[in-house]
């Protein structure tokens, strides 16, 4: 919907919502140089004009500061942390293929390796499969973002842990995570959540609100009906007092 006040250039996005297609977004906020319109049809939120593949490729190099700022390290933390979540997972799939999309250093792959499955993990951040390489040589990685990713099998179970936000075209992200599971195989998913009762009020006050990095924003309702239009149901939504999404969908 154009704002039409006279002598006033119309602020409106170039492209339709990707989620419900309504052509019906309004300003939302604006920082750093980046525009970000919410849809007014979803809620869907996200940044127009979005970044491009420079751009994207420039904050994925060395994109967790490796070794410098200790991001790697704590990693007994992390390992451990990663296995009480696969647990809770292994009741759905308690084996098989898992994947680890944007896998980080490799932790929750490592984890998932011990776990017993055979795991894989993938990571556009050429450091970042560095250091998951030398340390954990058993697993296979891959650097690259997951929708260009091809894998030799598909995968029982995929892990995509505060990801999404980061894919500009997020159709050809969820398709490329469904196309990398056989039927009925279990997608972990996390985002930020941006319709969060516990979000802070004014969106700049956020720590997940960090547009270029974060170029698109999930409330739960439109990312169930993304999911649904790449075949993939919800099986769980995991209750959060903090404004972040956690679900568990299964595909078709
Ligand atoms: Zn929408």
Redesign the pocket.
């Known amino acids: 919907m154009a704002l039409t006040t006279p002598g006033v250039v119309p602020i409106v996005p170039a492209m339709a919502?990707?989620?419900?297609?309504?052509d019906?977004?309004a300003p939302f906020a604006e920082t750093g140089g980046c525009k970000l319109f919410r849809?007014?049809?979803?809620?869907?939120v996200f940044m127009d004009p979005l970044p491009d593949a420079v751009t994207v490729g420039e904050l994925y190099d060395d994109a967790y500061g490796g070794a410098e700022s200790g991001y790697f390290a704590k990693v007994d933390k992390k390992l451990k942390r990663a296995r009480r979540q696969l647990r809770w997972l292994g009741r759905l799939v308690p084996s098989g293929r898992f994947l680890d999309a944007g896998c980080n250093g490799g932790f929750v792959a490592e984890a998932a390796r011990q776990s017993g499955y055979s795991a894989s993990g993938v990571d556009p951040d050429p450091v970042s499969i560095a250091y998951a390489r030398e340390h954990y040589p058993e697993i296979d990685f891959h650097q690259g973002t997951v929708e260009v990713y091809t894998a030799t099998a598909p995968f029982d179970l995929v892990y995509c842990s505060e990801v999404i936000e980061h894919a500009p075209d997020v159709n050809r992200f969820v398709a490329a995570l469904a196309a990398l599971m056989r039927p009925g195989a279990i997608l972990y998913l996390t985002t930020p959540d941006i319709a969060h009762w516990r979000r802070p009020r004014n969106v700049l006050d956020w720590d997940a609100f960090c547009p270029p990095a974060h170029c698109v924003y999930f409330s739960p309702g439109?990312l169930v009906t993304l999911l649904a239009r790449h075949g993939l149901e919800i099986v769980k939504r995991r209750w959060n007092p903090k404004p972040g999404i956690k679900l568990i969908a299964r595909k078709r």
Do not use: E, K, S
């Open positions: 919502c990707q989620i419900c297609r309504a019906d977004a849809c007014g049809v979803c809620g869907f439109n």
